[in-house]
């Protein structure tokens, strides 16, 4: 299941290519990073985009790229699914996670507790009331439209080290998560919807019969 959550975790950097000009950067950091990023996510009824995934080793090496489409609708539901050949569904119900392998035959379901809920993913659609509890955030404001937020987790057992979430005029346009092997996991969206309305029914997962199921912590 530890894949799987960084898998979700990769759901979250560099000065991306949008900046402003060559406006100089503004820092803010702690309480009030965190606040200003509560106010932009908390914004966030709901979240669709399609997006590319990017892995990269401690080398610096490309050794993964896949495609895919998320939903987030708060509070806590949550669906992911990337293409062939690394085809998997993700989907939180905001009790638990089930995570659907079809070229595995299998369907793994784990609830939703406080270490799942913390991974960078979920702040699209779990609470962001009290992120500085959570996190270190600072942030850069380059020029009026782009922000970038960097949080490190407070806990030790976090999923990540870093994250970074990219803006621009208000819409999360990436994310970027280093683990503790320095390897990288980039999330590129496009085609990005705000709070359009979407059915409660997007968030379940289909799978065939006979598929085997394993419920973790039960």
């Not at 000009?21 to 965190?34: F, H, L, Q, R, Y």
Request: aromatic share 8%; glycine share 6%; hydrophobic share 35%.
């Amino acid at each position: 299941m530890k894949c799987v959550l960084a898998l979700i975790a990769a759901l979250a950097f560099s000065v991306p290519a949008f900046a402003d000009g060559d406006s100089a950067a503004i820092e803010v950091t702690g309480a009030k990073a965190a606040s200003e990023l509560t106010d932009i996510l908390g914004g966030y009824e709901t979240y669709q985009a399609d997006f590319i995934q990017v892995v990269v080793n401690e080398k610096g090496n490309q050794v993964q790229e896949t495609n895919g489409k998320l939903k987030a609708k708060r509070p806590g539901l949550f669906y992911w699914e990337t293409s062939k050949p690394l085809s998997q569904y993700i989907v939180s119900d905001g009790k638990t996670v089930q995570v659907y392998d079809p070229d595995l035959e299998q369907v793994t379901i784990q609830k939703l507790d406080g270490r799942v809920q913390s991974t960078p993913a979920l702040l699209l659609s779990g609470q962001v009331d009290n992120l500085d509890e959570t996190y270190r955030v600072s942030e850069r404001k380059l020029g009026e439209h782009t922000r970038e937020f960097t949080l490190e987790p407070r806990s030790p057992d976090s999923l990540f080290t870093s994250l970074r979430l990219s803006f621009f005029q208000g819409e999360l346009q990436e994310m970027r998560m280093r683990d503790s092997l320095s390897q990288l996991s980039i999330l590129s969206f496009d085609h990005i919807r705000l709070n359009d309305t979407i059915d409660a029914g997007a968030f379940t997962l289909d799978y065939p019969d006979g598929v085997d199921v394993i419920r973790e912590g039960s």
